[in-house]
């Protein structure tokens, strides 16, 4: 441990280290430490370091500005920032909540937002280039995870897609136990994730589990946002020198720029540099070790036993309009402290300092980055997610176990309710009350059920997409094979309920109609949910917007309201063709009704009704194709939307790289990260 320390940079603090704590805390973590006895070596030689510095990222950026609206005119964020970040160097992005940091994270990886514009230029080895998969890595402050894997599990099936297929499965394995005993998480191996549901890792575990997500690679270039929040003081420790010492481990010289709430004087020592911003200005750049010499020459000393990273922070926080207290400042207000410190920076032989590096590194040309790295396989990409998402569904009672102890309960009360329905001229109106409510109730139960666990797993896709874990195809394939099982089982059982005690169109032909009509029914919903859920992601509009859409499709479907009896224009035209109900309650009417014969009416006596008399003139249904025919469309549109989901997604990766450039073409950009999967 001593020797970790020893390697680390040595940055200002107020305080001389006390080595003795920093062991104390080991013992009290019980952190495993698998290169303990490793020789770390703070200096190799110059040759060595030079291959590593070439086989690195070194990224710049040069007056970047990023903006966004604010009513007609445009709010700044972050202020033509300077600064670089070098291979082997952990860049620390420090500075009150609200002031830029997640916003300059999110522009060095590519990652802004769609209402943002930014300007300024973004190289990498002197390039603007773009970086391949498992190249850069970002873990962000929203942990989306399955909620049901445990730890390990979740590290096991990301190293499966992750990795080449060229490692061996125990290689995986291995690779995974070990990044997470890495992180300390030796004892929540086989604890959950947990979610709203149930609790599981807490929230400083979470964040643990979301690095070794994003390590298990081992990228050249590292994106942490607040990657100890969450953590006491001795984990923020331990978690941020496994990372800083990640580079002095397995000799890749990674590039680590890792934004921090409040590190502890510990953690301030392992920083090579700092980037202080307040409200998106540079108060500091620089090495984080004389950050402290900067603030004393301003007429900020730090006081004595006191955490440098506090100290500055407490200077630059304008949140609580205060005057610098005595003896941090020279009792001035902390607006006029930012102007001191900011004017001074940019007057410094360190900011000039930085300026020139920079502009010599994008004159100069380190070489390009390695563009491709071997990730699993596209087909082994898919198993693994058919596996990984059925467990998850397999674990998660809320989705689909809880839908069929619903949907079962619903089929009880109307097996019931209709039960033995019989063939009298009553009956007609029964049963078609009977499957067109049925119907209509798993609509909306589905959507209920559904929509939050497709939008948990959407999280998931998001996060692992935007590190180019996998594709848009793969993870569509995942979903849709590792989900039929479950849709089956939920059209199996309540179907089976409502056909035995109504005493529906007896025939096993016809059981296993109803059975793929209510399959396909809740697959049809389940479709459209993934196409408004990737265009709205977000619970209530995503809710309102399918529960809307089905709504008007069960109005026109046909029951409610008899086809020829719709209004023309619109209703009829195109809508009722478009609504995927319609085909669900034509081809279960066939079904139901084709081959079968009803008792006469009042008025005709013992005249009996053939069935297909009572499909032509009472649900006046079109006659002219067989009901399989309706079930295929039912299975076409299923297609359809499933692919218009692949559609819209690809197509949103490729406009948002598009947008940006038309924003702002005079800048020159680096805004996209190239996926590895990117054909997926
Ligand atoms: N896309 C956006 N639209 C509008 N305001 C934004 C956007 N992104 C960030 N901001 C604002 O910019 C400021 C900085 O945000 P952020 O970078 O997240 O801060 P930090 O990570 O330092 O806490 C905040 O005031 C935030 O509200
Ligand atoms: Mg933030």
């Not at 964040?207 to 298990?216: A, M, V």
């Not at 998402?389 to 089929?411: E, F, K, P, Q």
């Not at 081959?595 to 006046?620: P, V």
């Not at 702002?664 to 996926?675: I, N």
């Amino acid at each position: 441990m001593t020797s970790l320390l020893h390697s680390q940079p040595k940055a200002g603090y107020c305080e001389p280290n006390n080595s003795s704590r920093v062991i104390q805390l080991q013992t009290n973590l019980d952190f495993i430490n698998p290169f303990e006895n490793e020789a770390v070596k703070p200096t190799e030689s110059s040759k060595d370091s030079q291959r590593m510095m070439d086989e690195g990222v070194l990224m710049t950026w040069e007056d970047l500005w990023v903006t966004v609206p604010n009513g007609k005119n445009r709010k700044p964020i972050l202020q033509g920032l300077t600064g670089y970040a070098k291979p082997g160097q952990l860049l620390a992005i420090m500075g009150p909540s609200g002031c830029g940091k997640t916003t300059l994270l999110d522009a060095l990886a590519g990652r802004l937002g769609s209402n943002t514009k930014q300007t300024g230029k973004i190289l990498i080895n002197g390039h603007k280039q773009a970086l391949a998969y498992g190249t850069s890595a970002y873990v962000t402050q929203d942990d989306a995870m399955l909620s049901t894997l445990t730890a390990r599990e979740a590290l096991y099936y990301s190293s499966l897609l992750q990795l080449p297929d060229s490692m061996s499965i125990e290689e995986k394995k291995d690779r995974a136990d070990f990044t997470l005993r890495e992180m300390g998480l030796q004892d929540a191996i086989n604890t959950r994730v947990g979610g709203w549901t149930s609790k599981g890792l807490s929230g400083g575990q979470k964040r643990r589990l979301s690095i070794c997500i994003e390590i298990l690679t081992r990228p050249r270039l590292l994106f942490l946002d607040e990657p100890t929040s969450g953590l006491d003081s001795a984990a923020s420790y331990y978690v941020m020198s496994r990372i800083a010492s990640l580079n002095l481990r397995d000799g890749i010289q990674r590039t680590i720029v890792a934004s921090i709430h409040q590190p502890s004087s510990e953690v301030f020592q392992l920083f090579h540099n700092l980037c202080l911003l307040s409200c998106g200005e540079t108060v500091y750049f620089g090495p984080a070790s004389s950050a402290n010499e900067f603030f004393a020459s301003n007429g900020f000393p730090c006081p004595t036993l006191y955490n440098p990273s506090d100290h500055f922070l407490r200077i630059i926080n304008t949140d609580f309009e205060q005057d610098v207290e005595e003896g941090l400042g020279k009792g001035v207000n902390t607006e006029e402290a930012i102007n001191v410190l900011v004017k001074s920076y940019l007057s410094s032989e360190t900011h000039k300092q930085i300026q020139k590096e920079v502009e010599e590194i994008s004159e100069s040309d380190s070489g390009a980055i390695e563009k491709k790295r071997i990730h699993a396989a596209f087909f082994n990409q898919c198993f693994i997610l058919i596996r990984r998402s059925s467990l998850h569904m397999y674990r998660d009672i809320s989705n689909y176990w809880l839908r069929l102890a619903v949907y079962a309960a619903i089929a009880l009360s109307l097996g019931t309710i209709f039960y033995d329905i019989g063939s009298s001229y009553g009956s007609i109106q029964a049963r078609g009350s009977l499957l067109t409510f049925f119907i209509s109730v798993l609509t909306f139960i589905t959507l209920i059920g559904g929509f939050p666990p497709f939008l948990e797993e959407m999280k998931v896709f998001k996060r692992e997409r935007l590190n180019g874990h996998y594709g848009v195809t793969a993870f569509l394939i995942g979903n849709t094979f590792s989900a039929v099982p479950y849709m089956l089982l939920i059209s199996l059982i309540p179907g089976l309920i409502v056909y035995y005690l109504s005493g529906l169109h007896k025939g096993l032909e016809h059981f296993l109609y109803l059975i793929a009509v209510l399959f396909a029914t809740v697959m049809s919903v389940e479709s459209l949910m993934m196409v408004v859920g990737c265009i709205f992601p977000n619970f209530i509009m995503g809710m309102i917007i399918v529960g809307g859409i089905q709504g008007v499709m069960i109005l026109i479907g046909g029951f409610y309201r008899l086809p020829n009896d719709l209004p023309k224009p619109f209703w009829r035209y195109p809508l009722y063709y478009i609504s995927f109900h319609k085909y669900a309650f034509q081809g279960l009417f066939k079904n139901e009704f084709e081959g079968l014969t009803f008792g006469g009416d009042q008025y005709g006596g013992n005249k009996t009704i053939s069935g297909r008399d009572i499909l032509t003139n009472t649900w006046q249904m079109e006659m002219g194709h067989s009901k399989w025919a309706d079930l295929a469309i039912l299975l076409g549109m299923i297609v359809l939307y499933r692919l218009l989901f692949l559609a819209i997604s690809k197509s949103k990766e490729k406009a948002k790289p598009m947008v940006a450039a038309f924003r702002c073409p005079q800048a020159k950009l680096f805004t996209t990260v190239t996926r590895g999967n990117e054909q997926n």
